[in-house]
């Protein structure tokens, strides 16, 4: 199997790995009922493993088609828009915090976990035309720390056991 080929094999395993995260996500119970919108976001331990070992473009291909493929099945049009300003802000902050190699991954999750809140918060107040939503930016936050920790303790899990062969295409 040449190159692209398993470029693309190992892809479209990350989208249905994360795809199957996000769904059981959707099956959790509330983590804080009493707090709506507060998530684990679990897809997102696919996409700082994909950071880590693939790079940006292949992280940020899995996120683009997982947020896509997500509002498909999960979601609504107002989920889309939050989702994809949220998972962008996100997106960028992790790429440029793995670039500049000052954080561990538990560290880049954290900071795309609070960017993901700030994102959708800054989305709502801008599609909501209110910016009472502000104050609801410093529970997400807390939330946005400890999904980050988890899912970065997660992600680092897979960066140390998933051997580097499987990843970079056998090589």
Do not use: W
Not at 1 to 21: D, E, P, S, W, Y
Not at 118 to 130: E, K, N, S, Y
Not at 153 to 169: D, S, T
């Amino acid at each position: 199997m040449n190159n692209k080929a398993k470029t693309a094999a190992f892809t479209g395993l990350c989208i249905a790995l994360a795809l199957v995260l996000a769904y059981v996500e959707v099956l959790l119970p509330p983590l804080f009922p009493a707090i709506p919108g507060v998530k684990m976001g679990l897809p997102n331990i696919v996409i700082v493993f994909l950071l880590y070992r693939r790079g940006g473009v292949t992280a940020a291909t899995v996120s683009l088609l997982r947020v896509v493929l997500v509002t498909l099945l999960f979601g609504n049009a107002m989920a889309f828009f939050y989702s994809l300003a949220g998972g962008a802000l996100s997106l960028v902050l992790m790429l440029l915090l793995r670039r500049l190699d000052l954080l561990s991954p538990v560290g880049v999750s954290v900071a795309g976990g609070v960017a993901h809140n700030v994102g959708q918060i800054l989305t709502a107040m801008l599609l909501l035309d209110t910016t009472e939503l502000g104050y609801y930016l410093a529970v997400l936050i807390v939330s946005g720390v400890v999904a980050g920790v988890f899912v970065g303790l997660c992600g680092a899990l897979l960066i140390k056991k998933v051997p580097e062969k499987l990843i970079h295409n056998g090589k």
